[in-house]
């Protein structure tokens, strides 16, 4: 190899290197300056992520019943069901309920079984300009950037939207992070598990609906954190 090539492949690498150490600076910055409540449910979020496997333990699994029945009662205050209905029942409501009440939410956040509900009163906050820390936006809305401790949510079904005031079927996870250019989001009852799932965001950090492949519209709210 030339003597020039290698000053070239020696300046890329240093380049490279620096890039990647800045990165990772930024990202430290960044999580450092979270708020107590905010580190609380991420961490809360990414050790349950690990409890479950990664994702490879499933609903009904002996290693994580009890964390299951622990989300239901404490996300939902449901303690009178059988195991059975636990885990045939949709539990990613009260898993986010259950995380944001264990990190101190207090009664800014409802225990509820139902995403809809919590996500009609945060578009209620935000229309009332309350006091309660927990405000929804419309995606394409300029306060929707989305940012780490955040709640993302999309549709399952049908007809659904920002201001729709009855229940509806829906889905919400937990921003813990962001790499890249895309949201990392923990969510319970996702592939049947705690799970991760990578949402792409635009260069400017709005969820990035020309990539968003969910049905009925994809992600339509952003739940602001701002505790």
């Given at each position: ?15 490279l ?9 930024q ?24 409890a ?21 009662k ?12 636990m ?51 419309r ?89």
């Amino acid at each position: 190899m030339r003597r020039i090539d290698k000053i070239i492949l020696l300046g890329l690498g240093v380049a490279l290197t620096s890039a990647v150490t800045f990165a990772f600076i930024q990202r430290y910055r960044v999580r450092r300056s979270l708020s107590d409540f905010k580190k609380a449910i991420i961490k809360i979020a990414e050790d349950e992520y690990k409890a479950w496997g990664g994702g490879f333990f499933k609903e009904g699994d002996e290693r994580t019943m009890d964390r299951l029945r622990s989300y239901w009662k404490g996300g939902a205050n449901i303690t009178d069901w059988s195991d059975q209905r636990m885990i045939k029942e949709p539990w990613s409501s009260a898993f986010i309920s259950w995380v944001m009440k264990k990190g101190g939410a207090g009664e800014q956040f409802p225990k509820t079984a139902s995403h809809s509900r919590y996500i009609r009163l945060a578009v209620k906050n935000r229309k009332q300009n309350n006091s309660n820390l927990f405000k929804a936006y419309r995606v394409d809305e300029p306060e929707s950037k989305v940012e780490i401790g955040d709640l993302v949510c999309f549709a399952r079904q049908s007809g659904v939207n920002y201001d729709t005031t009855t229940s509806y079927q829906s889905h919400c996870d937990l921003v813990t992070d962001i790499v890249s250019g895309k949201a990392i989001t923990i969510g319970g009852n996702v592939k049947n598990s705690v799970s991760k799932t990578i949402v792409p965001l635009t260069s400017d950090g709005y969820i990035d609906k020309a990539k968003d492949k969910k049905s009925f519209g994809g992600y339509f709210v952003v739940i602001k954190n701002l505790k």
